[in-house]
Protein backbone atom coordinates (compact mmCIF):
# COMPACT_ATOMS: atom_id res chain seq x y z
CA UNK A 1 0.00 0.00 0.00
CA UNK A 2 1.26 3.67 -0.60
CA UNK A 3 1.42 6.61 1.57
CA UNK A 4 -1.55 7.99 0.10
CA UNK A 5 -4.04 4.96 0.82
CA UNK A 6 -3.10 4.91 4.21
CA UNK A 7 -4.27 8.32 4.23
CA UNK A 8 -8.01 7.33 2.38
CA UNK A 9 -8.02 4.51 5.37
CA UNK A 10 -7.53 6.61 7.86
CA UNK A 11 -9.79 9.57 6.28
CA UNK A 12 -12.52 7.17 6.06
CA UNK A 13 -12.30 5.58 9.95
CA UNK A 14 -12.56 8.85 10.88
CA UNK A 15 -14.84 10.40 8.81
CA UNK A 16 -17.17 7.29 10.41
CA UNK A 17 -16.22 8.34 14.18
CA UNK A 18 -17.50 12.08 13.12
CA UNK A 19 -20.71 11.29 11.68
CA UNK A 20 -21.30 9.31 14.38
CA UNK A 21 -21.15 12.12 16.51
CA UNK A 22 -22.32 15.15 14.12
CA UNK A 23 -25.23 13.22 12.80
CA UNK A 24 -25.25 15.64 9.54
CA UNK A 25 -21.60 14.65 8.70
CA UNK A 26 -23.56 11.81 5.69
CA UNK A 27 -21.59 8.36 5.70
CA UNK A 28 -23.59 7.41 2.35
CA UNK A 29 -22.17 10.63 0.22
CA UNK A 30 -18.54 9.96 1.63
CA UNK A 31 -19.09 6.25 0.14
CA UNK A 32 -20.87 7.56 -3.15
CA UNK A 33 -17.48 9.99 -3.44
CA UNK A 34 -14.31 6.99 -2.68
CA UNK A 35 -16.68 4.68 -5.08
CA UNK A 36 -17.21 6.97 -7.69
CA UNK A 37 -13.04 8.06 -7.50
CA UNK A 38 -12.14 4.66 -7.46
CA UNK A 39 -9.08 4.95 -5.03
CA UNK A 40 -10.01 2.42 -2.15
CA UNK A 41 -12.04 -0.93 -2.57
CA UNK A 42 -15.83 -0.24 -1.52
CA UNK A 43 -15.81 -3.19 1.05
CA UNK A 44 -12.84 -1.93 2.40
CA UNK A 45 -14.93 1.87 2.80
CA UNK A 46 -18.04 0.17 3.88
CA UNK A 47 -15.64 -1.71 6.82
CA UNK A 48 -13.72 1.31 7.76
CA UNK A 49 -16.78 3.70 8.19
CA UNK A 50 -19.08 0.96 9.85
CA UNK A 51 -15.77 0.78 12.32
CA UNK A 52 -15.72 4.35 12.62
CA UNK A 53 -19.17 4.96 13.60
CA UNK A 54 -19.21 2.19 15.71
CA UNK A 55 -16.26 3.68 17.64
CA UNK A 56 -17.55 6.87 18.05
CA UNK A 57 -21.16 5.58 19.53
CA UNK A 58 -18.93 3.66 21.83
CA UNK A 59 -16.99 7.07 22.67
CA UNK A 60 -20.91 8.99 23.13
CA UNK A 61 -22.25 5.57 25.18
CA UNK A 62 -19.01 6.37 27.44
CA UNK A 63 -20.23 10.00 27.69
CA UNK A 64 -23.18 9.32 28.18
CA UNK A 65 -22.76 7.22 31.18
CA UNK A 66 -19.91 8.53 33.31
CA UNK A 67 -21.60 12.18 32.73
CA UNK A 68 -24.97 10.49 34.02
CA UNK A 69 -22.65 8.98 37.09
CA UNK A 70 -20.97 12.14 38.03
CA UNK A 71 -24.40 14.35 37.67
CA UNK A 72 -26.27 12.17 40.07
CA UNK A 73 -23.92 11.48 42.29
CA UNK A 74 -24.71 14.54 44.63
CA UNK A 75 -28.08 15.31 44.11
CA UNK A 76 -30.37 14.26 46.93
CA UNK A 77 -33.68 11.53 45.60
CA UNK A 78 -36.58 13.91 44.76
CA UNK A 79 -39.65 12.60 46.45
CA UNK A 80 -42.68 13.21 44.49
CA UNK A 81 -45.84 11.13 44.56
CA UNK A 82 -47.64 9.40 41.84
CA UNK A 83 -50.64 11.78 42.34
CA UNK A 84 -48.70 14.43 41.51
CA UNK A 85 -48.09 13.34 37.68
CA UNK A 86 -50.45 14.08 35.02
CA UNK A 87 -51.32 11.61 32.51
CA UNK A 88 -48.99 12.76 30.17
CA UNK A 89 -46.22 12.09 32.23
CA UNK A 90 -47.38 8.65 33.82
CA UNK A 91 -47.76 7.71 30.00
CA UNK A 92 -44.30 8.99 29.36
CA UNK A 93 -43.25 6.91 31.65
CA UNK A 94 -44.60 3.87 31.06
CA UNK A 95 -42.93 4.13 27.46
CA UNK A 96 -39.82 5.03 29.10
CA UNK A 97 -39.55 2.02 31.39
CA UNK A 98 -40.65 -0.47 28.01
CA UNK A 99 -37.65 1.05 26.26
CA UNK A 100 -35.55 -0.04 29.21
CA UNK A 101 -37.02 -3.82 29.61
CA UNK A 102 -36.57 -3.70 26.05
CA UNK A 103 -32.80 -2.53 26.10
CA UNK A 104 -31.40 -4.68 28.75
CA UNK A 105 -33.47 -7.95 27.59
CA UNK A 106 -30.87 -10.52 27.33
CA UNK A 107 -32.05 -11.80 23.84
CA UNK A 108 -33.63 -8.66 22.18
CA UNK A 109 -31.61 -6.50 23.14
CA UNK A 110 -28.54 -7.39 21.09
CA UNK A 111 -31.49 -7.83 18.08
CA UNK A 112 -31.66 -3.83 19.02
CA UNK A 113 -28.59 -2.54 18.38
CA UNK A 114 -27.71 -4.73 15.80
CA UNK A 115 -30.78 -3.35 13.73
CA UNK A 116 -30.45 0.26 14.99
CA UNK A 117 -26.94 -0.13 13.08
CA UNK A 118 -27.96 -1.62 10.04
CA UNK A 119 -31.20 -0.04 9.26
CA UNK A 120 -31.72 3.01 12.47
CA UNK A 121 -34.49 1.62 13.56
CA UNK A 122 -34.63 2.70 16.64
CA UNK A 123 -32.90 5.83 15.30
CA UNK A 124 -29.15 5.27 16.66
CA UNK A 125 -28.79 8.23 18.92
CA UNK A 126 -31.78 7.61 20.76
CA UNK A 127 -30.40 3.90 21.09
CA UNK A 128 -27.11 4.75 22.50
CA UNK A 129 -28.27 7.38 25.09
CA UNK A 130 -31.00 4.76 26.53
CA UNK A 131 -28.42 2.03 26.69
CA UNK A 132 -26.13 4.11 28.46
CA UNK A 133 -28.66 5.08 31.12
CA UNK A 134 -29.25 1.07 31.86
CA UNK A 135 -26.99 -1.27 33.02
CA UNK A 136 -26.60 -2.97 29.71
CA UNK A 137 -22.64 -4.68 29.21
CA UNK A 138 -20.58 -2.42 27.06
CA UNK A 139 -19.06 -4.95 25.39
CA UNK A 140 -22.19 -5.99 23.79
CA UNK A 141 -23.53 -3.32 23.06
CA UNK A 142 -20.71 -2.41 20.94
CA UNK A 143 -20.26 -5.48 19.17
CA UNK A 144 -23.79 -5.45 18.33
CA UNK A 145 -24.39 -1.70 17.08
CA UNK A 146 -21.00 -2.25 15.41
CA UNK A 147 -21.79 -5.29 13.33
CA UNK A 148 -24.74 -3.40 12.38
CA UNK A 149 -23.19 -0.32 10.91
CA UNK A 150 -20.69 -2.58 9.31
CA UNK A 151 -23.17 -4.73 7.20
CA UNK A 152 -24.89 -1.67 6.51
CA UNK A 153 -22.20 0.58 5.15
CA UNK A 154 -20.46 -2.69 3.02
CA UNK A 155 -24.02 -3.51 1.91
CA UNK A 156 -24.16 0.21 0.58
CA UNK A 157 -20.77 0.76 -0.94
CA UNK A 158 -21.29 -2.58 -2.90
CA UNK A 159 -24.39 -1.24 -3.87
CA UNK A 160 -22.78 2.04 -5.08
CA UNK A 161 -19.61 0.36 -6.74
CA UNK A 162 -22.51 -1.97 -8.88
CA UNK A 163 -24.36 1.22 -9.58
CA UNK A 164 -21.00 3.33 -11.01
CA UNK A 165 -19.67 0.18 -12.92
CA UNK A 166 -23.43 0.13 -14.26
CA UNK A 167 -23.00 3.91 -15.44
CA UNK A 168 -19.34 3.55 -16.83
Request: net charge positive; aromatic share 10%.
Amino acid sequence: MTDSTWWQLLLALGYGVLGSVIPIVNAEAFIVASVATAMINPVVVGLLLGLGHGIGKMALFQTVRQGRRRLFRKRPPKESSPTEQGIWRARWDRVVGWSIRLVEHPRWGPVGFFLSGLISLPPNYLTTIIAATTRINFALFSVFLTAGFISRYVLIALAAAGVVDRIL
